[in-house]
């Protein structure tokens, strides 16, 4: 039985759903650039949440965002719009980039083994429902309108502190926000922006009679209402949301439809690199395809990210890196040594070893005590088809019994030695080092294991 940490009521819960399908939304990328292992890790977190439910017996829904309107540099409601600053570093349109990032953001997505939402939203796809929502806050009297836009007013939700804990009167005024003396409270936030005169807009929509985009908050808001419905069971994202943008999306779907948003938030702690936050500033943002050139797969950094707790403050180094990838590397060669063993692959599965495995991870999500039950335990090949199926690392996969051929070399290697032809023997170890497997010489007969 799966529990949590619920950031609602910061302490674990017992996951209860609310109906025979388990609602999920997760926060995704803004598609204005590439997306670093920072920001992947997140994902992962989240996959193993959706595989944790399913093996648990739940059927599951799921909705992944794509920002490729509306959000701003700053979270607030001032600086350039994203897509508008990638269009112009890169000499293409906004459209461009939406979708050039979008499909680099899903290859690495699938590189990762990551389980594909049910529905994919690009938030451009969701205008329509997006001024019905700013039309129904506004009829429910919790807006205003000003120059540059429609705010939502935060004094008109008395629990609009409640989920982030803010000190409203302490809030200095532009600390959320560019204070403005339109704006009623500092804390208000724009539902719908207004472009300025010869302002540089490429996205942009009539509304109330002038050229304007949604407010970066609301496309969540909108999405869940139109594809899952309010309240969902689960919400998940960064904890760098929990102060503005999901205290935003809850505020706005209790104006909409008088509503709670979600039962349980779940929400993942910040990666730093070799202590550091990471930054353009300080040159350590490393994306998939900068650790694959350094010889690391995707495989090896989604098992570092799951080493840890997604709560967890992790600092990623790439000794770190490596210790992941052997790690992976010595479950790998614990597979291949099944395949050759005299048992039927498959057979002896040790049930309460899986059952451990995935009580683990029923644990708020503990997959480093899951990892460390694997350490320490002996899986058979329907084990580790479990274990693969919890964790998405595609152990099995990439740990294939040898082909016909590589199996021929290994056998006339024996032959060789046995017929004390050692230049032989040797020349075809040479051979199958080449082809990423080593032989080990064993009194029962050669073993053989990947070397990468």
């Known amino acids: 039985m799966l529990r949590i940490y619920n950031t609602a009521s910061r302490k674990i819960e017992t996951f209860k ?21 920072g920001n992947y890790a997140s994902y992962i977190y989240w996959d193993l949440l959706v595989r944790t439910l399913k093996l648990d017996g739940y059927k599951v829904k799921r909705v992944l965002n794509f920002t490729d309107v509306g959000h ?13 600053k990638g269009a112009a570093r890169e000499g293409k349109s906004v459209y461009e980039i939406a979708e050039f990032y979008s499909e680099d953001f899903m290859r690495n997505f699938r590189e990762l083994c990551l389980t594909e939402p049910d529905v994919l939203a690009r938030a451009t796809d969701y205008i329509e429902e997006d001024i019905k929502a700013v039309d129904k806050m506004t009829a429910n009297g919790f807006t205003y309108e000003t120059e540059d836009g429609v705010y939502y007013d935060t004094s ?22 560019d204070f403005s003396d339109e704006k009623r409270n500092n804390s208000d936030f724009a539902v719908w922006k207004f472009i300025k005169p010869g302002e540089k807009h490429a996205m942009r929509w009539d509304y109330l009679g002038r050229p304007g985009y949604p407010g970066w908050h609301l496309e969540c808001s909108t999405i869940i209402h139109k594809e899952l419905g309010e309240p969902i069971d689960i919400h998940t994202g960064g904890i760098d949301h929990v102060p503005v943008h999901h205290t935003n999306e809850i505020a706005q779907t209790y104006a909409m439809s008088g509503k709670e948003l979600a ?21 350590n943002i490393f994306t ?27 600092n990623f180094t790439f000794e770190s890196l490596e210790a992941a990838k052997q790690r992976r590397l010595n479950w790998r060669n614990r597979i291949a040594l099944l395949y ?25 999500l503990n997959s480093a005590e899951a990892f460390a039950i694997i350490d320490t335990s002996d899986l ?26 590589t199996k021929s070399l290994i056998l006339e290697r024996q032959a060789a030695r046995e017929n004390r032809d050692f230049a032989r023997s040797d020349e075809l170890r040479d051979q199958l080092k080449a082809l990423g497997i080593v032989i080990e010489d064993t009194t029962s007969g050669p073993i053989w294991q990947y070397l990468k």
């Open 17 to 37: 759903p609310l109906s025979e399908t388990v609602k999920i939304y997760t926060c995704g990328p803004t598609v204005y650039g590439f997306q670093h292992i």
């Open 72 to 84: 701003l540099t700053s979270d607030g409601d001032s600086g350039e719009d994203k897509l508008e």
């Open 156 to 177: 008109k939700f008395s629990d609009y502190a409640k989920f982030a804990k803010l000190d409203l009167s302490g809030l200095q005024a532009g600390a959320r926000i």
């Open 263 to 283: 039962k349980y938030w779940l929400h993942c702690n910040f990666i730093t690199i070799d202590g550091e936050k990471i930054s353009k500033s300080l040159g």
């Open 288 to 314: 998939l395809d900068d650790l694959s050139e350094r010889g690391f797969s995707p495989m090896d950094f989604k098992m570092w990210v799951l080493a840890g707790h997604y709560q967890g403050t992790r």
């Open 340 to 364: 050759q063993s005299t048992a039927e692959p498959g057979s002896s599965s040790n049930q309460d070893t899986f059952d451990k495995i995935l009580s683990a991870v029923n644990n708020n």
């Open 380 to 405: 058979a090949m329907d084990d580790w088809r479990k274990v693969d199926e919890l964790f998405g690392l595609s152990l099995i996969a990439d740990s294939p019994d040898t082909d016909d051929s």
